[in-house]
């Protein structure tokens, strides 16, 4: 038996690294595995992060003000169309 997702969204939607560049302050979803669908406002684009602990670089990485928790690094980013 299959049940359908409670966060399945209603609108049409797109890997977010297969968009345009995104923008600050243009909305974004993502997925996590442990708080699952959320969403904010980007606040950084294209930044070089450091991890803490190790000499890892991850390149042009977006920044966005929403919700996340241990267990969800790695999870899809998205925008949905509004």
């Given at each position: 038996m299959?049940?359908?997702?409670p966060?399945?969204?209603k609108q049409p939607i797109a890997p977010a690294h297969r968009q345009p560049r995104n923008m600050n302050g243009e909305w974004l979803d993502k997925v996590g595995r442990t708080s699952g669908w959320t969403y904010g406002r980007?606040?950084?684009t294209c930044a070089d992060i450091n991890l803490l602990g190790s000499d890892i670089t991850?390149?042009?990485q977006d920044g966005v003000n929403a919700?996340?928790?241990a267990g969800d690094?790695?999870?899809t980013g998205i925008q949905v169309v509004r």
């Open positions: 299959t049940t359908a997702s966060c399945v969204p980007i606040t950084t991850l390149l042009c919700g996340s928790s690094s790695g999870g």
